[in-house]
C-alpha cells in the first residue's frame, strides 16, 4: 500500500525553525513530484511548496518565499520542507502529497496525501 507520512510539526515561537519530512513506504519516492501544502482551521488549503522528482526544480508560494526551503533525499525516500522565520499565519496542519513531474501548487495535481502534521506558531 502506497503511503505518506509526515512528521516533524510541533509548537515552535515567532521567528523559530521546524523541518518537516515527509516519508515513503509502499513506492519509492523518486519517480514523484512531492508537494507541501497546508490547511488552516475555516480557510482553503494552499499549497505552500513543490519539487520535482530529481530535486532539479522547486517552487515556493509568495507567502513562504525566502522563509521555506524544500528538497529531498531520495536515497532516504524522503522530502523535506525547512521552514524558517515562522510566523502566526504559518500555523495550519501540513501535508505531503506525491504526483507526477509537472505538478505545481494545485492540489488536483496530486495522487497520494500524507495525513498531515500540525504545526503551531505562538508565543
Known amino acids: 500500500q502506497l503511503q505518506l507520512a509526515e512528521s516533524g510539526g510541533g509548537l515552535v515561537q515567532p521567528g523559530g525553525s521546524l523541518r518537516l519530512s515527509c516519508a515513503a513506504s509502499g513506492f519509492t519516492l523518486d519517480h514523484y513530484a512531492i508537494g507541501w501544502f497546508r490547511q488552516a482551521p475555516g480557510k482553503e488549503r494552499e499549497g505552500v511548496s513543490c519539487i520535482s522528482s530529481r530535486g532539479g526544480s522547486t517552487t515556493y508560494a509568495n507567502s513562504v518565499k525566502g522563509r521555506f526551503t524544500v528538497f529531498r533525499d531520495n536515497a532516504k525516500n524522503t522530502v523535506y520542507l525547512q521552514m524558517n522565520s515562522l510566523k502566526p499565519e504559518d500555523t495550519a496542519a501540513y501535508f505531503c502529497?506525491?504526483?507526477?513531474?509537472?505538478?505545481?501548487?494545485?492540489?488536483?495535481?496530486?495522487?497520494?496525501w500524507g495525513q498531515g502534521t500540525q504545526v503551531t506558531v505562538s508565543s
Open positions: 502529497a506525491a504526483g507526477p513531474d509537472g505538478s505545481d501548487l494545485r492540489d488536483y495535481d496530486y495522487d497520494y
